[in-house]
């Protein structure tokens, strides 16, 4: 008699549980909690991600276009343009940023051009006079021989929280311009 009186006690403590409220929003939020942190801390490293790479485009566009600007470069005024990517990508750091500014020369129904007098760079290597670009579809094929001033912008950048799980991811920009005011822009003066 003793096993189906214990039996009945046990059916009687899990109808009791069964019913007992108190503690699940607790539960709940315990299984939550998790999944809403990683949520919230995704979206920050993602939103970070994609300003970066805001500040990187726009790096891009605004060096590429003051080169173009001018109707003639020396290593000082190169110097200048380059220095005020630090500004453009502030307020992240630009130390490991990567800037470079070339002038290419395109010929007739080219699907490449090559670099023409002159290439700078901030923080890396710049590119070797007559080597070869690649050029953007859009730009290809011109009825004759053109120049184009070439940027290019590389940002290493680790994700504050996630770095661990993602590493370092690099992020890159291009961006090409006509010389404005002459055909090509010479440069003056000694090297960068």
Known sequence: MRAAGSLAEIRLLLRRFARER????????????????????????????????????????????????????????????????????????SSNMIVTVSQVQVNAAATTGTVYQWSCSLNGTKRTVGSSVTLPSNLQAPTSTIYLVYGEVSYPYTPTLGGGISGTITMKQTAWFYPRLVSSIPWNGSSC
């Open 22 to 93: 108190d503690g699940v929003s607790a539960v709940e939020f315990a299984i939550i909690l998790p999944f809403m942190l990683l949520l919230y801390i995704g979206s920050v490293e993602i939103g970070e991600g994609y300003q970066i790479q805001y500040q990187v485009t726009e790096t891009a566009r605004t060096v590429t276009d003051l080169a173009s600007q001018y109707i003639s470069l020396n290593s000082s005024t190169m110097t200048g343009i380059l220095n005020a990517s630090s500004t453009i990508v502030s307020p992240y750091s």
